[in-house]
């Protein structure tokens, strides 16, 4: 699990990388933000960012759970942490297969073929809030490359002032791995796109 801001956007991101048939994503869906998230993966031992005290909106209550943790003044690494107990924002990461979701309800949802997933070819699809209600506070985007061969590219973009698009996320993810990806905190027009491609399960959608 990786957190990031964008230096030009100010965004804030959540990425989880995993092994499709061997784990889940952890953080669950439509939960208050990257500090809440945070707060929920790791043990009251581990410091906080402090730059991450800045993502909740202006007004929002301070999470009990921050309570007697330490901030750290720069980023965090940490490794062979235990998989936190189900419940709250987090939840315990369940076992995956290609036809295993990471969101309900969606905004869009395509399947790979059953029970060979690489039967299915999807063809390129950009998926916009703007067809979903406009202006969005966070983008939600899963995708996982069942193919058996070819990486599969996951893109997500957000849409400056002057109505260009910008990328901020660009990954290939390897074959029989899945990615889950959340950018966002401001409202702005976004648009998640797919490439083409054979055996992959993508699903999404835009939240606040």
């Not at 193919?147 to 990328?167: E, F, L, P, Q």
């Amino acid at each position: 699990m990786t957190f990031t801001r964008d230096a030009e956007s100010g965004d804030w991101g959540l990425r989880e990388d995993g092994q499709v048939d061997r784990n889940g994503p952890l953080v669950d869906d439509d939960k208050p933000g990257m500090l809440a998230a945070y707060l929920s993966i790791t043990p009251a031992s581990v410091p906080v960012p402090r730059e991450l005290l800045a993502e909740p909106a202006p007004g929002t209550p301070t999470p009990p759970e921050l309570a007697g943790r330490a901030i750290a003044p720069s980023p965090v690494v940490v490794d062979d942490l235990a998989v936190p107990a189900s419940g709250g924002t987090a939840r315990k990461a369940a076992i995956t297969s290609c036809w295993d979701l990471a969101w309900d309800p969606y905004h869009w949802l395509e399947l790979p073929g059953y029970p060979v997933p690489a039967s299915v070819h999807h063809p390129m699809r950009t998926y916009y809030s703007a067809d979903f209600g406009g202006r969005a506070m966070y983008s939600h985007s899963y995708l996982a490359n069942c193919s058996g061969g070819t990486a599969a590219r996951h893109r997500i973009y957000y849409r400056k002032v002057n109505g260009d698009y910008v990328k901020h996320h660009d990954f290939f993810v390897p074959s029989w791995h899945w990615q889950k990806v959340t950018k966002g905190s401001v409202h702005r027009f976004r648009a998640v796109l797919y490439d083409g491609a054979w055996g992959d399960t993508r699903n999404g959608k835009y939240t606040g």
